[in-house]
């Protein structure tokens, strides 16, 4: 498994694993906790598991958490997604960046996205299944929800959103976001 920062998130990583493939399917391995290590982070940092299931279109977020925020493992273990990344840290040295990345089952890659993130992601294909791994248990009163076509970030979402849950639909924009939490 190989672990790679992402030059526009300070503090995030792609952890790509090494499928091993023959007549049968694969096998790899998801998660290593001696490569957590490697890079500085803790592996036992977690404390709950998620999956969501998502049809083609689906899109989910902006999202992060106020108060200390919550680090997050991402990885597409069925289908692709387009996911993005927003540092919304003030202090950290890539504040505002924004990254971009297509995770897909082929290649179980996941994305180590650090507290005082927004994440989000858009299902490419029919069926799109994203398991999550947090560090902190959900507390629903911190949940934070960005627009998703805020023209600041002008995120080049690749298609048309044919579903998302009406907290997301109804986002405020990220310059409304940023006054409320600096107040």
Known sequence: MKATE??????????????????????CRTFDS?????????????VQDSVSRSVGGVLRGLHLRSGAGEAKLVRC????????????????????????????DETQAALYIPAGCAHGF??????????????RPHDPAEDVTIAFDDPELAVPWPLPV??????????????????????
């Open 6 to 27: 992402v030059p526009a998130i300070d503090g995030a990583f792609l952890f790509e694993p090494t499928p091993y493939a023959d007549e049968r399917g694969f096998f």
């Open 34 to 46: 001696d490569v957590f290590r490697s890079v500085g982070l803790d592996p036992d940092a977690f």
């Open 122 to 135: 858009q299902a490419l294909t029919e069926t799109a299944d994203v398991s999550y791994r947090i560090d």
């Open 77 to 104: 273990s069925y289908g692709r997604i387009f996911d993005v990344v927003v540092d919304l840290r003030p202090h950290s040295p890539t504040y505002r960046g924004r990254a971009f990345f297509e995770l897909s």
């Open 162 to 183: 044919t579903s998302m849950s009406q907290r997301d639909r109804e986002a405020p924009s990220l310059a409304q976001v940023l006054k409320h939490m600096e107040s």
